[in-house]
């Protein structure tokens, strides 16, 4: 089985470069466009492109009915979902069965066993991964809450039993605080997520956020193609990436290794997908989550290992094994993802959307950019403020750093009212402790918050 024509649905960066694996394949592609991006690069660079709603997302990229109608009158026969959006929606993917559509992603079950973050901790403590102390399962009342945090000790976090996205997440330090926090985890995750489900573990301080890219054929074939470090996060935002994870033991990633694959084989898994984990002062490992779709910060494991990982979606979701094994993964060198936002960190990181006057995007050895802009284009205000991704390779760790810094002073971006996190993201690749590999996932934060005393309250938008 092979595919001739996809829909993708998203938009921006991911969109159009979906679509260019897709036209290496020889596989023609349908674009959907919000009003708001009727003039997007991704729209023009597609084989087809159907207008399917207003600017908001839950009118347009969120509005199953439009995507779908949109693919059969292309002809497509597959949907890829991109990140964001409805690419980790169980619903959607069982509709586009229902209408003889392929979901490029795992099966409806399958991301709904994921999806439940407390479930799938608890079917994979059974496999043998380890756990953090918390709650067997959801929570139902404040009081059940603090009986499980009086049980596995303070602080304790509150998380989204269907969040994602760095959402639904708040820690408490003790009694009083942690009725507050259940109260507003859970109203945030009933308007978000439509599910106000919460669960507990214990607070891990300080730690770094290492995960694993793992891949699973539809013929029993699962692998990993190693691991990334993303501490660097702004209020579990995540703003730069790295492949591999810094000073990791070897037993360590080994072990890393292995747990995902064991974790993939255990939910049934097909397709690609992330293995998240948290790694303490200790270097003790925690299971955290999967993510059952590509990563934002895939590129970092592209550039590493030379796999096309939307290339290997496609293939899985055609019923074809995959095209590598895991001797043949090979990771060489080391790779950086910036992610560089429309927003301004010294206004509390509010986003700038506006015209771009000046759009001239790094190059050089070793440089790849991921855009959906370019100059004379209209950054949006109704999506998420990415800009742009740049992500570098080189021989050496200390290389890519200089490279990544490089790239991102090269990176001319102007318009009326428009601001990067370029500024930020230069810095923090300055500093010391990023140097040295001694960042953890609280090292953004008290940065930001040294020097910026609006950071307490801003809030980000949730859609991409």
């Keep these: 089985m092979s595919f001739s ?12 470069r979906i679509a260019r694996t897709c036209r290496e394949l020889g596989i ?18 597609a084989d087809e492109a159907v207008h399917i709603g207003p600017a908001p997302a839950k009118r347009s990229y969120r509005y199953p009915p439009a995507i779908i109608e949109a693919a059969l009158r292309a002809g497509a026969e597959a949907i890829h979902p991109g990140y964001g959006f409805l690419s980790e929606d169980a619903d959607f993917a069982r509709i586009c069965t229902d209408h003889g559509l392929v979901f490029i992603g795992p099966s409806p079950e399958v991301m709904e066993c994921v999806g439940d973050k407390a479930r799938v901790r608890a079917l994979l403590a059974a496999a043998g991964l380890p756990i953090l102390p918390g709650s067997d399962g959801p929570v139902a009342t404040p009081a059940e809450a603090e009986e499980v945090a009086e049980r596995i000790g303070y602080p304790v976090i509150v998380k989204a039993a269907a969040g994602g996205g760095g959402r639904g997440i708040e820690p408490a330090g003790d009694r009083a605080e942690l009725r507050e ?19 507990l573990e214990r607070l891990v301080q300080a730690p770094r956020h290492v995960e694993v890219q793992f891949l699973a054929d539809t013929h029993g074939t ?12 702004r209020r579990n935002q995540k703003l730069v990436e790295e492949a ?13 290794g292995e747990y995902a694959v064991v974790g993939a084989r255990r939910v049934g898994y097909t397709g690609a997908g992330t293995m998240e984990f948290l790694l303490d ?20 494991t592209e550039l590493l290992t030379g796999v096309d990982l939307v290339r290997e979606q496609i293939r899985v979701a055609a019923g074809e094994p995959l095209g590598i094994t895991q001797d043949q993964v090979a990771l060489t060198g080391t790779a950086i993802e910036c992610r560089v936002n429309a927003e301004d960190p010294s206004a509390g990181f509010r986003p700038t959307p506006g015209r771009l ?14 855009s959906g802009f370019g100059q004379g284009d209209v950054i949006p205000p109704d999506y998420d403020s990415l800009l742009a ?17 490089r790239a991102l002073a090269e990176f001319a971006v102007e318009g009326p009212g428009v601001a990067t996190t370029i500024p930020l993201l230069r810095r923090l690749l300055a500093q010391p402790d990023f140097v040295a590999a001694r960042h953890s996932t609280a090292f953004v934060d008290a940065l930001t918050n040294e020097f910026n005393p609006m950071e307490k309250t801003s809030e980000r938008p949730a859609d991409h």
């Design 357 to 370: 006057t000046s759009y001239h995007p790094p190059g050089g050895p070793g440089v790849r950019v991921d």
């Design 5 to 16: 024509k996809i829909l993708i649905a998203n938009r921006g960066e991911i969109a159009l």
């Design 244 to 256: 591999p994870s810094p000073l990791l033991p070897d037993r360590v990633r080994e072990r890393l």
């Design 222 to 233: 699962v692998l990993h193609l190693g691991d990334r470090d993303c501490s660097l996060q």
């Design 281 to 300: 002062a200790a270097g003790e490992i925690t299971f955290m989550e999967i993510n059952a779709r590509i990563q934002v910060e895939h590129p970092v």
């Design 181 to 199: 926090v259940y109260r507003r985890t859970t109203a945030l995750a009933r308007q978000v997520f439509g599910n106000g489900e919460v669960y």
């Design 28 to 45: 023609e592609t349908v674009a959907v466009y919000s009003t708001a991006d009727r003039d997007a690069r991704f729209v023009a660079y």
């Design 389 to 405: 991704k740049v992500i570098v390779w080189a021989p050496t760790r200390e290389q890519a750093i200089v490279r990544a810094d």
